[in-house]
């Protein structure tokens, strides 16, 4: 009796391991057919960027012949470079004044209590169901008047990324809730303003969702298509590199443009791609913290 | 329905278990109900009860204030001034002093002021006149010999005067009741022999116990101008017929009441009701799979690369990450067109019998024409872009779960699924129950992923619905995309029709979101996660 268990400890043991090294094997397998599937488009886009032989779409991945003309096309025939400077102007403007009022409106609802708080906290989330961009109407004949669409499409559109953004305070505020209140009565029993304890206390300690917000800041112009197409649909000097682009690919431009496009999208991607890994450790914590704390 | 105690629950089989968890959920339907009811009514009797209260201390300030309270009911700040706060007496009677001037003091000839005139242009809900009085038209000009267009009223500027006019009107109420307020409070703490804050100390305070005030500033002027003042208009213009033909400037449009409205319940051929049926409903499809596909597949993905004994953690995580940093424009639209009738994956596709059939038989050109294939298309990318993110979030959720909690469960006979389903998935639901909310809400308005894969004018798509709201419909069209395409780049533009499913897409997402807060356990109390 005392045998048999033994035995089947042992044989357990033998199983175990081997199930263990047949189910590491599956997920191996998988995760590589998961990489190869999440990068075979970018992959994909800097190869044909480099494609020579023809501007359209082929029924074949490499390039029989490489080359940089969809880059010197892209330079020398197109707006490109206008719409590039917009967008990278418009990241850096709206990176920095969308993390001064996503930082203010997250401390407060998160540090300070004060009448109407939690009504203004009701207020924001019942006004962030309605859908946005049909406020673009009238701030869309608003800056028309104003002069902020055409060519000063890029201002008029910070104005509109940046003003509400202390809508979106939720995963700042998350990250305020977990710094300790202690600290914050400590500074004030030492005669600390509040001023003082947001400036020389708390800030210090909130590197990493300073620069979550500046990161989600500097990306949103870079992504957007909805807002921008409408402030800045009319003059090509205006537009950021969405809206640019976005008339290649239809169907009338798409033989003629659709190299020009992967080569457009590989220019737009490294900046972008280049801020994004340096701080990727900011990122990751910004979505995960955000998400637990709703 | 009779709730079982603890006991009793603990005798049934699982079956039984899950009928009796099942009346339970069903039962409590119509308590939400009576709970909403209920809230509704109290907050509308918090309410008068807040406007009686309010006025019987207005009453008893002037009753029993004295005569400088009672002079600052009309003078503002005058109370301020007479207790020594001069700063705080300057801004209010400054403020009196601006909208005086703007509400009545007649300038440019007309003889109201320019409050009152924006008001008075703008008929304000008087069904069947326009905003704005005078009609633009072409008149003939000797100078150039030939009709010139004289200008009228703009509609749009009309009704946009008038509510800033409204706006401040309210505003000036507020502050009269504020000053009048102060003035009371000064007066009290006066007659108890204590000093009243001095504009210095007022600018102090700034930093300190009203820092809050400070910081809100900008950001609440922000969302005021450029969120909520939209959308007030927005909604107004549901009572209009503003669109492409009355476009306020070449043809005044005016208001016409409720009667927009009736074409929700328009449920022919075109109808505005039809249309916002078949919709929402493929809209609210598109997020139930789109969320929890991803949210299912995201966690499955996190749950593998977090085994122990995986190596190259990072490189799998780098590589998933590097997908969300490339802006979805770019890798969108080049996904769409490798789906296309010509590109790369769109052309192995076609190849294969089956699917090369059923296009042929349809007269599908490719993989986005066929409604149904679009669909699924649709979601499958949208796991593509959409897994990064879960398997980022799901990453940190699941090194927070307690290791013991595994080890405990192990000897006690547990197998990996078992773990799963009894601990993995109970945690990661309690955790991100508002996360799901959410991501099912921004999935309703994902407008990203619809458009720049179909809805581009590089897609045709299917147009059964026919046209709606003056736009042609697609199939994959979500209500956002749908409302998108009316208000832009259309001759046929409807404002009115684009405002009243605006007001739609808010009470869907509305009752949808307020019946998840109650059921989910986890949004309860702000003050637990601290």
Redesign the interface.
């Known amino acids: 009796m005392k045998k048999t268990n033994d035995t089947t400890i042992h044989k357990t043991g033998l199983g175990a391991r081997a199930s263990?090294r047949l189910s590491?094997t599956v997920?191996?397998i998988?995760?590589i057919l998961?990489?190869c599937?999440?990068?075979f488009?970018?992959f994909?886009?800097v190869l044909e960027s480099f494609r020579v032989e023809t501007t359209?779409?082929?029924?074949?991945?490499f390039p029989k012949e490489f080359g940089l003309d969809n880059y010197i096309r892209l330079f020398k025939e197109t707006d490109f470079l206008k719409w590039f400077g917009n967008t990278a102007v418009m990241g850096i403007a709206t990176a920095v004044l969308q993390t001064?009022?996503?930082l203010?409106?997250s401390?407060?609802l998160s540090r300070?209590r004060?009448k109407g708080r939690k009504g203004l906290m009701n207020f924001?989330l019942?006004?962030g169901?309605?859908?946005?961009?049909?406020?673009?109407?009238?701030?869309y004949?608003?800056f028309s008047?104003l002069g902020l669409t055409n060519e000063m499409a890029p201002v008029g559109l910070i104005?509109?990324y940046?003003?509400?953004?202390?809508?979106g305070y939720y995963v700042s505020k998350?990250f305020f809730?977990?710094i300790p209140?202690s600290l914050d009565e400590a500074a004030r029993v030492d005669g600390a303003?509040?001023?003082q304890v947001?400036y020389k206390v708390i800030m210090p300690l909130s590197k990493p969702i300073i620069i979550y917000t500046v990161l989600m800041g500097f990306?949103a112009p870079?992504?957007d298509?909805?807002m921008a197409?409408?402030i800045a649909?009319q003059t090509s000097d205006g537009m950021n590199?969405?809206v640019g682009?976005?008339?290649w690919?239809?169907?009338t431009n798409?033989n003629t443009h659709?190299t020009m496009?992967?080569a457009a999208?590989v220019i737009?991607?490294i900046p972008?791609?280049t801020v994004?890994?340096f701080l990727?450790k900011y990122?990751?914590e910004g979505?995960?913290?955000g998400?637990?704390?709703? | 329905m009779k709730r079982l105690s603890a006991l009793e629950y603990l005798k049934l089989n699982k079956f039984q278990a899950f009928l009796y968890n099942l009346k339970l959920f069903f039962c409590a339907i119509p308590l939400w109900f009576c709970k909403l009811g209920r809230g509704i009514l109290n907050f509308f009797k918090n309410c008068g009860l807040a406007i009686v209260n309010e006025f019987k201390d207005i009453g008893y300030t002037f009753a029993k204030g004295n005569w400088a309270v009672k002079l600052s009911f009309f003078i503002f700040g005058f109370g301020n001034f007479f207790y020594g706060q001069f700063l705080r007496g300057m801004l209010f009677l400054l403020f009196e002093i601006v909208f005086v001037f703007f509400m009545f003091v007649p300038i440019g000839g007309n003889p109201l002021g320019t409050g009152l005139y924006w008001l008075d242009k703008g008929n304000w809900f008087k069904v069947g006149d326009t905003v704005g009085t005078v009609q633009g038209g072409f008149q003939y000009d000797p100078i150039y010999d030939t009709d010139v267009w004289v200008p009228g009223d703009d509609s749009?500027?009309v009704m946009?005067y008038g509510l800033l006019t409204i706006i401040f009107i309210i505003g000036f109420i507020y502050t009269w009741r504020l000053q009048v307020k102060q003035c009371r409070i000064c007066m009290d703490i006066t007659a108890k022999g204590k000093k009243v804050r001095s504009g210095k100390q007022d600018m102090k305070s700034l930093?300190?116990?009203q820092?809050?005030k400070?910081?809100?500033s900008?950001?609440?002027v922000?969302?005021l101008?450029?969120?909520?003042?939209?959308?007030i208009?927005?909604v107004l213009?549901a009572f209009t017929n503003y669109d492409a033909r009355h476009d306020g400037y070449s043809n005044l449009f005016s208001w016409v009441g409720l009667e927009h409205f009736n074409a929700l319940f328009d449920f022919g051929k075109g109808g505005l009701g039809l249309a916002f049926g078949e919709i929402l409903s493929w809209t609210l499809m598109w997020s139930f799979f789109a969320t929890f596909s991803n949210y299912f597949l995201g966690m499955f993905?996190a749950i593998?690369?977090n085994?122990k004994?995986?190596k190259l953690k990072k490189l799998?995580r780098?590589?998933?990450?590097?997908?969300?940093?490339?802006?979805?424009?770019?890798?969108l639209?080049?996904?769409?067109?490798?789906f296309?009738s010509?590109?790369?994956i769109g052309?192995i596709l076609g190849q294969i019998p089956f699917i090369d059939r059923y296009l042929d038989v349809n007269h599908f050109t490719s993989l986005w024409d066929s409604p149904d294939v679009a669909k699924v298309l649709l979601i499958v990318i949208n796991i593509?872009i959409g897994i990064?993110?879960i398997m980022?979030?799901a990453?940190?959720?699941l090194m927070?779960i307690p290791a013991d909690l595994y080890e405990s469960s192990r000897i006690d006979g547990a197998n990996t699924f078992q773990q799963y389903t009894k601990i993995t998935l109970p945690y990661m639901l309690f955790?991100?129950?508002?996360?799901l909310l959410?991501s099912f809400?921004n999935n309703l308005?994902n407008?990203?992923v619809i458009?720049?894969l179909t809805g581009?004018?590089?897609n045709?798509i299917n147009t059964d619905i026919g046209t709606a709201g003056g736009v042609s419909v697609g199939h994959t069209d979500l209500?956002?995309t749908w409302?998108?395409k009316m208000?832009?780049?259309s001759a046929d533009t409807r404002?009115y029709d684009?405002?009243i499913i605006?007001i739609c897409?808010?009470l869907v997402?509305?009752v949808l979101?307020l019946i998840v807060y109650n059921i989910i356990p986890?949004?309860k109390n702000e003050e637990d996660?601290?």
């Open positions: 263990r590491n997920i191996y998988i995760l998961i990489t599937i999440w990068l488009p970018f994909g886009i359209q779409q082929v029924p074949y991945l001064v009022f996503i203010s409106m401390y407060v300070l004060f924001m019942i006004l169901m309605f859908p946005g961009f049909l406020t673009l109407i009238l701030i004949k608003v008047e104005i509109v940046c003003a509400s953004s202390g809508m998350g809730d977990t209140k303003t509040r001023w947001f990306m870079w992504g298509f909805m197409n409408y649909h590199v969405a682009m976005f008339e690919l239809s169907r798409l659709y496009f992967c999208g737009v991607a972008v791609v994004f890994l990727q990122y990751v979505v995960t913290g998400a637990v704390k709703g | 749009v500027k946009l930093l300190d116990d820092f809050h400070t910081l809100l900008l950001p609440l922000g969302i101008a450029f969120t909520v003042l939209p959308i208009y927005m213009v993905v593998m690369i085994k004994g995986i799998w780098t590589v998933l990450v590097m997908t969300i940093a490339i802006p979805q424009f770019v890798s639209m080049y996904v769409s067109k490798l296309d010509s590109g790369l052309r593509w990064p993110y980022l979030m990453t940190g959720i927070n955790v991100t129950g508002p996360y959410t809400v308005n407008f990203n458009y720049l581009g004018t590089g045709p209500l956002i409302l998108y208000t832009l780049g404002y684009a405002s605006g897409v808010f997402v509305a979101s986890s949004t996660y601290k």
